[in-house]
């Protein structure tokens, strides 16, 4: 009987240790597929707020867009990059602890938690809108359902991976805030600039400069993140003329060392910035010393903001790495 | 008395009836076949190592192995498999043993077949250490292992210290209760670390899932020692572990200071296990099995079940890391997943299998 209880009380300890190991296991994929998957859309925001006109979000979703906007709250970085971009930055009452470093935001916002907002804060700032990624979805289907019938348009535009999908969600925000013609113009902005860098490819391609491979690293040793085709950054990559080590696989992943070291990249890119130096980390990897890269002192590190947030600022990243693949032509 | 008490003498501890050797049936196998089984142990570990050294995501044939141990073959080999493949591997089997051996240890110490080193709140602690050490910025530095070390040590002596509050003849109920108690309550803060820290969530879960990846040979060199030691220090208690399975009252009828002897004996495990836990992460299952298969094909008596629990965790986990850096390359599965994954079949498997042999 004793034994018994002393054989329950360990199993369940023990069930609580692995739970946890398969909760944690969980939480990543989640948090890794949340990143690819779409709103899981709501059940269509209705008419109360007496509106104008009706849009689709993003998510597939049926919203009523506000008359007059003079309040927005939004809790994505890459939407606040845009929503500032659009010069909106000063209707912002709220936004997200991520986003602190977007320019122009609202003086006096409210700094909420992307996942978790605090929703009596938001009830009593009753934005006209609220913009969301899927980040903040991954709980509920509609945890904004109370912001809705008060009246605040809810709209979501899942996190995208693609350029096309940027640009999609940019001209959706512009035309939900009623700033069609900005948001053309920033879109536009956005292609020029690629098209510069990809020019520069070209030119350097036909100077004879040859194909590069890359390899870009999202986290850093042990755990070793990076993505292949599907991502915008792999996009950018082979429109710089280079070619990403992990383009056969789609989406983001994450690799073994030993996939790395054997494609031997010429180039490596990482965007870590919770260590000191993710640079030197790369470069002090034991077993890595024979990789072209490491051997060349070509790792670099490129701007977490502007390579990790999707939208309009992903030009910048691109500008970084078109300036550490073709050095002669950025003479700084 | 003795024989039919429900612990951890004679195959799958009190599940089933008794083991192969020894126990209720007596003492009458041949010498030679135990040497034997052991030599197939010993067989079993090397050639778990060597295809775990041969075989990865790179595409590598064995002959470039082979070639690039010996120092030939280009730098990128060279390096890919001394610098990446050999120490993760030699790390893998360190970690098994270390594993094997604790649980057996542990299980014996708190008469408990389904006892566990992580039930006293090692790997709890370890990872509270560790989340400090990553919240401090110090991440992976040498101060990641040490304060999941010195974290691991910190709750088992809190684990002690409460169970002897609680009971002053620390009996293992007691022990495995306390232990409990502080492996929620550190989870819970390092929960509350993840929540508050949300930039560290998903790293503090990759750790905790375990990966044998980049870790160098400061795990390996570390472990080694510290393994050898524990193991020469568990083997010469063979006797003494015995003599404690029987439960308390048998002990101190024998002579034995049972609380004081089973307080040793679970530092020491926490101190190994510890280690394990800090440079690899949480990594479950070995630490339940290994013990439990080692007993089932070699016997309850530790001067076996010790060394046998010890090859087997060890092979183990060298298999399953092959696995998570192989199945699905180039990407990477977290080991400590696996485990399970491979484990319980493997379990079933033979538990079904010595069954049916009675």
Redesign the interface.
């Known amino acids: 009987m004793?034994?018994a209880?002393?054989?329950n009380?360990?199993?369940?300890?023990?069930r609580?240790?692995?739970k946890?190991?398969?909760a944690?296991?969980l939480?990543?994929s989640l948090?890794a597929s949340a990143i690819l998957s779409s709103c899981g859309g709501g059940d269509g925001g209705g008419d109360e707020a007496g509106a104008g006109r009706t849009l689709t979000d993003p998510s597939g979703k049926k919203i009523a867009v506000p008359d007059r906007i003079e309040t927005i709250a939004v809790l994505a970085p890459s939407l606040a990059e845009i929503v500032s971009a659009l010069g909106l930055g000063g209707k912002v009452v709220a936004y997200d602890s991520s986003s602190a470093d977007v320019e122009g935001m609202g003086e006096d916002a409210a700094v909420l938690?992307m996942?978790s907002p605090d929703m009596e804060r938001l009830l009593a700032l009753s934005p006209d809108i609220l913009l969301v990624s899927s980040l903040s979805l991954y709980d509920q289907e509609n945890p904004f359902q109370t912001l809705e019938d008060a009246g605040t348009c809810v709209a979501c535009v899942p996190t995208s991976d693609s350029i096309e999908d940027i640009e999609g969600d940019i001209a959706f925000v512009a035309s939900l805030l009623g700033e069609d013609e900005k948001g053309e113009e920033i879109i536009e902005g956005m292609r020029e600039e690629i098209d510069l860098y990809s020019d520069m490819a070209k030119e350097a391609a036909d100077a004879g400069a040859g194909e590069k491979t890359v390899y870009f690293e999202i986290?850093?040793?042990?755990?070793?993140y990076s993505f292949g085709s599907g991502v915008f950054l792999d996009e950018l990559i082979t429109m710089l003329g280079a070619k990403n080590i992990?383009s056969g696989?789609t989406g983001w992943?994450?690799?073994?060392?030993?996939?790395?070291?054997?494609a031997?990249p010429d180039v490596i890119f990482t965007n870590v910035d919770?260590?000191?130096d993710p640079v030197g980390?790369i470069l002090s990897?034991?077993?890595?010393?024979?990789?072209t890269a490491i051997e060349n002192g070509d790792v670099y590190y490129i701007d977490k903001n502007a390579s990790a947030r999707p939208s309009q600022n992903v030009t910048k990243a691109m500008e970084q790495m078109a300036g550490c693949l073709y050095p002669e032509y950025f003479p700084d | 008395m003795g024989h039919g008490r429900?612990?951890c003498k004679g195959g799958a501890g009190?599940i089933g009836s008794g083991g192969t050797e020894g126990g209720p049936r007596g003492f009458g196998h041949p010498q030679g076949r135990r040497v034997a089984g052991f030599a197939a142990l010993f067989l079993f570990a090397a050639a778990s190592v060597a295809l775990g050294v041969l075989i990865?995501?790179?595409?590598?044939s064995p002959w470039e192995v082979i070639a690039a141990l010996l120092g030939g073959e280009?730098?990128?080999?060279?390096?890919?498999v001394?610098?990446?493949?050999l120490?993760r591997v030699i790390l893998a089997f360190l970690t098994g043993a270390a594993l094997g051996l604790g649980g057996t240890v542990m299980q014996s110490v708190?008469?408990?077949?389904?006892?566990?080193p992580?039930?006293l709140g090692v790997?709890?602690g370890a990872g509270l250490g560790v989340t400090a050490a990553m919240a401090a910025?110090a991440?992976?530095s040498l101060l990641m292992p040490v304060a999941g070390f010195a974290g691991g040590i910190l709750a088992v002596f809190l684990a002690l210290s409460l169970a002897r509050a609680m009971d002053v003849r620390t009996s293992?109920?007691t022990v495995?209760?306390a232990?409990?108690v502080l492996?929620?309550f550190f989870?819970a803060m390092m929960d509350l670390a993840s929540a508050m820290m949300?930039?560290?969530?998903?790293?503090?879960?990759?750790?905790?899932?375990?990966?044998f990846?980049?870790?160098?040979?400061r795990g390996p060199a570390v472990l080694s020692v510290l393994l050898a030691l524990c193991f020469a220090i568990f083997q010469g208690k063979a006797t003494l572990l015995d003599v404690l399975s029987f439960g308390d009252e048998q002990a101190a009828g024998m002579g034995v200071d049972a609380p004081r002897e089973k307080r040793r004996l679970i530092i020491l495990v926490a101190a190994l296990t510890g280690a394990a836990v800090s440079f690899a992460g949480?990594i479950?299952?070995v630490d339940?099995v290994a013990p439990h298969i080692a007993r089932r094909l070699f016997g309850a008596s530790h001067r076996r079940a010790l060394p046998a629990a010890a090859l087997l965790g060890g092979s183990f986990l060298v298999l399953s890391d092959l696995a998570a850096?192989t199945f699905a390359?180039?990407?990477?599965i977290?080991v400590?997943?696996l485990t399970?994954l491979l484990g319980a079949p493997f379990f079933l498997y033979v538990y079904v299998r010595g069954r049916g042999r009675e």
């Open positions: 004793q034994a209880n002393r054989a009380k360990a199993k369940k300890a023990r609580a240790v692995s946890r190991a398969y944690a296991a939480a990543v948090f938690d996942e986290s850093a040793a042990p755990d070793l992990l696989e992943l994450g690799v073994t060392e030993e996939s790395v070291v054997e031997d919770y260590i000191d980390e990897r034991q077993g890595w010393e024979g990789v | 429900a612990g009190g990865g995501s790179a595409s590598l280009d730098q990128t080999t060279r390096s890919l001394i610098g990446i493949r120490p708190l008469e408990n077949p389904l006892a566990s992580f039930g790997s709890a910025g991440f992976g293992s109920a495995v209760l232990g409990m492996s929620l989870s949300p930039e560290y969530a998903q790293r503090i879960a990759l750790w905790q899932m375990g990966s990846a980049s870790k160098g040979w949480i479950g299952f339940l850096r390359a180039p990407r990477e977290p400590g997943a399970a």
